[in-house]
């Protein structure tokens, strides 16, 4: 079974700066990843899919990366909308598919 | 647009039994794998399982609903079901129906705005 760790549990970003957020996988998952973001009271929306590829209508500013047992999610211009939980997901082996335990981008 | 609602959820007695539902709506239900996937409150994504876009066949659930919760769906109808037995306070979550991608990786790319399932005496 794998498990996904992300990275911090919480950041406080300011405003117009750049966010980092980091998702480890127990064994490869190749480049078999998705990013989603959640706000409060609302279903998880997909931001990334096969770790660097924009969902449709996601701005520009949300970038994946990374393979293997490391990724990356970063925000470079924080806006305000932009404050959400931030969950990955593996999907190349399975069951179970296996998320991560989220982080939580606050503003600082 | 692609819309999924689901329906159904509510209060239960411990070993009691509920029954959710996806209508699904805005694009092709049966050419779609969909699956569940549950939220417990301020805890994080728990998948449940998945269903094949014909129903007949790839039943996966994860360990914790196993022999408890079935997944089913009637294309006739553009419905996605959850039948959950034996329910146990830890049961006690937002459930969401989420369609698999559309270029079949089992990612999702849509989500209901989900039900509430509390399991209380």
């Known amino acids: 079974e794998i498990v996904m760790t992300q990275s911090p549990a919480t950041l406080s970003v300011s405003p117009g700066e750049r966010a980092t957020l980091s998702c480890r996988a127990s064994q490869s998952v190749s480049i078999n990843l998705a990013w989603y973001q959640q706000k409060p009271g609302q279903a998880p929306r997909l931001l990334i899919y096969r770790a660097s590829a924009r969902a449709t209508g996601i701005p520009a500013r949300f970038s994946g990366s990374g393979s293997g047992t490391e990724f990356t999610l970063t925000i470079s211009s924080l806006q305000s909308e932009d404050f959400a939980v931030y969950y990955c997901q593996q999907y190349n082996k399975w069951p179970p598919l296996a998320f991560g335990g989220g982080t939580k981008v606050e503003i600082k | 647009q692609v819309q999924l609602v689901e329906s159904g959820g509510g209060l239960v007695k411990p070993g009691g039994s509920l029954r959710l539902s996806c209508a699904a709506s805005?694009?092709?239900?049966?050419?779609?794998?969909m699956s569940w996937v549950r939220q417990a409150p301020g805890k994080g994504l728990d998948w449940l399982s998945y269903i094949s876009s014909s129903g007949t066949n790839f039943l996966y659930y994860a360990d914790s609903v196993k022999g408890r919760f079935t997944i089913s769906r009637d294309n006739t109808k553009n419905s996605l079901y959850l039948q959950m037995n034996s329910l146990r306070a830890e049961d006690t979550a937002v459930y969401y129906c989420?369609?698999?991608?559309?270029?079949?990786?089992?990612?999702?790319?849509?989500w209901g705005q989900g039900a509430l399932v509390t399991v209380s005496s």
């Open positions: 805005g694009f092709s239900f049966s050419d779609h794998y």
């Open positions: 989420a369609r698999v991608s559309v270029d079949g990786a089992f990612y999702f790319d849509y």
